[in-house]
């Protein structure tokens, strides 16, 4: 199904249209039946002589990301129908975050999107002081939105070499740009290193601004690091752009319709590969992404090549703009707030919820909190609903599937980039 | 070396060569690894012996001393013999290729069609290991390499017929003296030489499923192909199986194209030979490790609907360039 | 021509032969050389008195995400080297083994007691060796790898600054300059005193 017409248009009183009755409701017929198989009919309705064998990629598999079960009904090697399954990886964050206090859950969170942390723990506490209402010096706007865009970098940096590994398996030419790819993510951890302290799960992040503070010559490093990177990024598109095998697997491959991407709320390189133009950093900005201009790559295909032109490009508009806010950091204070002493040091308005969205290198990842409107408890959120959009682009996999081969399967999911920890929590 | 009494010939050759061969592709383990490191900007093996040289070793005590399991529903017979029957199919084709001028094991009339039959004898025992194992990835690979694997024998079989035409015999050994004196047949005719040796490679790499063409054994998504449910000194056959294949196409490919023992000027000799099949075996490694691989029907179009018609014109072409010189 | 690019692949891969290694194999005993920050493993240490600086305050078991710290706290008695009444801790145990890294037990710490290693500690076969007791908090002190991150140090960065003083009438008496004013928002003492002070006047509040 390639379904790249364009969206049905909105619909007109017309003597053609078809009305129908859906729950007491008079409906276009059209609205209800989307141009696109329905990937959830019940299989003794495909093709009774069909024989197919199920197939369970399970949920430990070289190549789904993180555990992921996917039931595939085959057909010889065409998958007619598949059911993803998720949960292998909840670990209950959500409950966790109704017994912790507004300081503690930052380390929680951190471990969601295990591979972009700054972003999940940029959205939780933006949502935090959303809350509460509380001023983020300039300085650490500018210290977060840097680090957002270098986890930018190194999120597609990682995907793209798991990409590769899907694509041409761990021994072999995928293996050899996974190693190129990670040996430029050890260069961003040992910034964050410097930063931090730690290389994956910083806790830097805190309700009011920043934790850590930029240590002396890290500015230069830092931009050192992406000049570099930056040269190397011609090389991995060498590696894969123009390699006619690398674009027989993925032309084509995994086309997603623009209008059944935004029914299911998907965000990200995916809506951006298919024509939809939405970037919330640059259409609602939070943190520094006021203060400058970002070009958002799109393409029109909607197909796997297309997703990983615009990652590529993203990495590149990363890079830039990392590269100029560094060089005007504002001097001031990291912290608006008291630094935390007490667990309960950072109390909410009772009952008042809010959401709070920003762009992660997946789409848009939000946290919805609501301040618990009991007085003794008011350092302990009642809700914290984070929104991940790989559980989202993961609602793709049912209508991408059927008509493809087992490898197109493995291509189209690589491309849709799910991180499992963020789709489970 | 001339002994009489072919028995002998025979015997005592093919425990020199054979060794020679098991043993180098014994050491390829170890040196694919340190040449995909230093494509990798990382070292390679270098813990188990000085620059890691004794890996080879501590990788077949390893799979030695493994548990051999069996799954449960697997056909016993089938799933015990897969695996030697591969590293015989591949052992095989040793017999009727020539490593220097008189070192063969056994130098028969119709050599290359001996080599090229038992070497498509592979295709059993894949299939056999696909089946037996009662495992849907394993099924699903073997049925992939047992289509890959016969429709590629075709343009195998066409592209080996241009230097028999040019030979004008299948004797390997008379293969190679046709090209004796500097006109290989990958550069002479020229073009089409080098496009039948082109595709003379590509269809034996499509042979031992090696990337690019290695989706029977794709591990992202079949986990390992026919050899998932093999464990121990099964599973180090079908990976012996597989490097001692690359070894044999780069033995026979310098045989039969780039002029065996013939060196510059006067002197021919081993060292040509071998210093032609281990830039071959090389070069192999370095596809392999730069390579994605295709995916399966865009395998079978390549070879339909591209290698075939491409072997056709050549077997023609060398015909007619026979015909006229 | 396109499909000469198809060789770009074998071009980078032989470019990188000639690069130098990013991996090195080092010997079992050495560590890779860590950033200033780096944390890892966790150690207890003495003040400038020579005796244990960790009071029994539970400011870290309470603040940990994790729940791993055990403070069992020993009572108020005189200390023999300032003779002030101070707060002792009679064991201290921490579950390395559920430790997310977090460092928010230093950052809370009033005493800059328990403080972060740069070395990490050596694997363990069992989960029981990963326990760290109070003794063996107090061994990993001897092994000089703290890291930068102490509690005073990490308020310090984070503090905000002081708002500027109000300009004082003359008739009062000259305000010190880091006088907070009454609002919320001022930071502790911590900030610009110098830390024995700080300590001294932490210690006197607990």
Known sequence: MSGLESAPAAVTPDDNVQWTTVGGVRVPVELITPPWPDPYLDIEDYDPDADLMVLNMGPQHPSTHGVLRVKLFLDGEICVKCVPYLGYLHRGVEKLCEKLSYVQITPIVDKNDYVSPMMNELAINMAFEKLIEAEVPRRSQYIRTICAEIQRVGSHLLWLGTFGLDMGGAIGGGGSIFMHTFRERELLLDLFEDLTGCRFHYNTHTVGGNRHDIPAGWAAKATKVLAELNARCFEYEQFVRENEIFRARTVGVGVVDPVLAMELGISGPILRASGVDVDLRRDQPYAAYGEIDINVPTETAGDCFARYLVRVAEMRESIRIATELLKGIPEGPIGSLKPVKLAGAVKAKHGKAVYAAIESPRGELGTFVVGNTERRQAAIPYRCKIRSPSMHALQLLPYLCPGNNLSDIIVALGSLDPIMGEVDR | MSFDNPWVHGLVMGLIIGNVSLAITGYSIWFERKFAGRMQNRPGPTVVGPWGLLQPVADVLKLMQKEDITPRGADKALFNIAPPLTVFAALSTLAVVPVAPGWIIADLHIGILFALALGSLMVFPVWMAGWASNNKYALLGGMRSAAQSISYEIPLLLSATVPIILADSFQVTQIVEAQLGGNWFAFWPPGPGFAAFALFFLCSLAESNRIPFDIPEAESELVAGVSTEYTGMKFGLFYLAEYLHTFIISLVAAALFLGGWDGPGDNDGFIWMAIKTLSLFVFIFWVRWSYMRYRSDQLMAMCWKFFLPLGLALVMFSALWVHWT | ?206
């Not at chain 3, 390395?96 to 710490?109: G, Y």
């Not at chain 3, 328990?114 to 990993?140: C, G, H, S």
């Open chain 3, 1 to 206: 021509m396109s499909w000469l690019e198809s060789f770009d692949n074998l071009a980078v891969n032989l470019r990188n032969i000639f690069r130098p290694k990013n991996t090195e194999a080092l010997p079992w005993e050495q560590q890779r050389e860590r950033s200033a920050r780096y944390r890892a493993s966790f150690a207890l240490v003495h003040n400038e008195h020579g005796e244990e600086a960790c009071i029994g305050c539970k400011m870290c078991e309470k603040i940990c995400p994790s729940d791993i710290i055990t403070v069992v706290a020993g009572g108020r008695k005189e200390s023999p080297a300032t003779g002030k009444k101070r707060g002792y801790c009679d064991d201290f145990i921490l579950d390395l083994n559920a430790c997310i890294v977090c460092e928010l037990c230093v950052q809370v710490c009033p005493e800059d007691a328990i403080l972060m290693l740069k070395v990490q500690e050596t694997p363990a076969f069992q989960r029981e060796d990963l326990v760290l007791t109070m003794e063996k908090l107090y061994e990993n002190e001897k092994l000089g790898a703290t890291t930068w991150a102490t509690g005073a140090k990490l308020i310090e960065m984070q503090a905000p600054p002081p708002p500027p003083p109000k300009p004082a009438p003359e008739k009062k008496p000259e305000a010190p300059a880091a006088a907070p004013p009454a609002k919320a928002e001022a930071p502790a003492p911590a900030e610009t005193a110098p830390p024995a002070e700080t300590k001294t006047s932490e210690e006197g509040g607990e």
